[in-house]
């Protein structure tokens, strides 16, 4: 427990010598974005995933087979933006790939310009989503979380993808001291999983009890505070902006 206790306060408030430096405490950040924006893509935008691209293939797949409530387009719609989002995110990785500073508050600024236009859609649209602010949407996120997903990848923050937490969850577990393995990060990897989780409750509750627009707002709060902290850490390029060996 001690261990635990130890790494989740690492993760949330690295110490100075730490090669990763402020980025796990800011991936954790992503990863409640991550949580808010799939209960938006899901409850809000009919049954598709745009982070979560295992659940939309096999979602793609339900749909094909002709299971109700699915649909084939939002499915393709989402992984077709979701892959162009990442190729974008790949590009912008090798252009900071010596600076993982600059890579991350570029991202999520650029992040915050597409979710900033969901706002403007759901807004115009008085808070209905009809097809064409359903699709466009699908679109802008989808986009987001491509790149988002990208780019944590060149960052290389282990245990902190910030989309996906099937190897994290089966590290906690296959590494664990039942399993005779050291559980390395044990803090992190279950804190990456709560932040997850607390994003998903929290969208899902703001969708029940409040607007849409309000999910979508708290998203471009936390991309926005994301990226000005990260380029304000990273402004004397210290040595964590230097990639990972």
Do not use: C
């Not at 899901?42 to 409530?69: D, E, I, K, S, W």
């Not at 989808?142 to 282990?158: C, D, E, I, S, T």
């Amino acid at each position: 427990m001690r261990k635990l206790l130890v790494d989740a306060a690492r993760t949330l408030v690295p110490p100075k010598d730490d090669r990763h430096g402020p980025l796990p405490p800011l991936m954790l950040v992503l990863t409640v974005v991550t949580g808010l924006i799939d209960a938006v893509s899901y409850l809000a935008l009919g049954r598709v995933f745009v982070a979560n691209m295992t659940g939309n293939v096999v979602f793609l797949g339900f749909a094909l087979a002709g299971a109700p409530g699915l649909s084939v387009t939002a499915s393709i719609v989402s992984m077709v933006s979701f892959l162009v989002g990442a190729l974008t995110g790949g590009r912008l990785g090798t252009r900071f790939a010596v600076h993982r500073g600059r890579l991350l508050g570029t991202t999520t600024a650029v992040q915050a310009l597409l979710v900033a236009g969901t706002v403007i859609a759901v807004a115009v649209a008085h808070g209905e989503v009809s097809s064409p602010v359903r699709y466009t949407l699908i679109v802008l996120l989808g986009l987001a979380m491509g790149m988002q997903n990208a780019v944590a990848r060149r960052l290389g923050v282990p245990d902190l993808t910030t989309t996906v937490l099937t190897l994290t969850l089966t590290g906690l577990a296959a590494d664990s001291g039942a399993a005779g393995g050291a559980t390395p990060r044990p803090g992190r990897r279950i804190l990456s999983v709560v932040a997850m989780f607390l994003g998903a409750l929290a969208g899902a509750l703001l969708l029940a009890h409040a607007e849409l627009l309000h999910i979508l707002l708290l998203a471009l709060v936390l991309l926005v505070a994301t990226s000005a902290t990260a380029l304000r850490l990273s402004a004397a390029t210290p040595a964590w902006t230097r990639p990972p060996a």
